[in-house]
């Protein structure tokens, strides 16, 4: 048997080499391109918001009038996006339970859009039936909102601005369920920009660290 050399140099790895993320179907591009589009929904947020405090009603209010198209492509866009931040965090941060909430904020933000067209004028003309559905249609967005926030937050070593995000969920959440509080605009205005704009910053981190593991 050859005698060991107590002087030789140790074979182990004296550092351990970074886990490799695997991410079948995302590439850095495709993940800076989300990027970009929330930014551009982070700026048509902005927009809306101003169109709110000088015009009145809520974010997703008066988005069909007069064929806003600009409006209903800034809900949209951010409806896509979301759907592709779900699929993003089921696959990076394992986090399971996200399906429900998103398409329910999913369908509850087309609903806002639908109802201020049609409904928006009538029910505050007088207190009447048509009052309580449009004001139940901000406490049931609310709801899927702030649950959104809180299944985001039980993702396990997700990005810091992936938490911030939820934690903005929540606060957006409990604001419409309030409907007044929503109201309250620069809060309201500043729990919608800090969750579209920690969307960008997950997006971005992801695409540098799916970069950093080709």
């Known amino acids: 048997m050859e005698p060991s ?3 030789a140099v140790s074979q182990a790895a ?16 495709y993940l800076r391109v989300l990027g970009g589009l929330s930014l551009a929904f982070l700026i048509g947020t902005l927009v809306l918001a101003l169109r709110v405090i000088f015009i009145g009603g809520s974010r997703e209010a008066a988005l069909l009038r007069e064929g806003d198209v600009f409006g209903v492509t800034v ?7 979301l759907l592709r931040l779900k699929r993003f965090a089921e696959q990076r941060f394992k986090v399971n339970g996200l399906g429900a909430p998103v398409w329910l904020v999913i369908i509850f933000s087309l609903s806002m859009v639908a109802s ?9 003309a007088a207190l009447s039936w048509l009052t309580f559905i449009y004001v139940g249609m901000f406490v049931l967005l609310g709801g899927a909102i702030l649950w959104l926030g809180i299944r985001m937050l039980r993702a396990r070593n997700a990005y810091p601005a992936f938490k911030f995000m939820a934690w903005m969920n929540i606060v957006s ?3 419409h369920m309030s409907v007044v509080l929503v109201l309250v605009l620069p809060i309201a205005v500043l729990a919608a920009l800090g969750s579209t704009l920690a969307m960008m910053l997950v997006f971005f981190r992801a695409a540098a660290e799916v970069q950093a593991a080709n």
């Open 5 to 7: 050399n107590p002087y």
């Open 14 to 29: 004296l550092v351990d080499e970074p886990s490799r993320i695997s991410l079948p179907g995302w590439t850095s591009t």
């Open 75 to 81: 809900v949209l866009l951010g409806c896509y996006l």
């Open 116 to 124: 201020d067209a049609f409904l928006r004028d009538a029910a505050f």
């Open 173 to 175: 959440g409990v604001m």
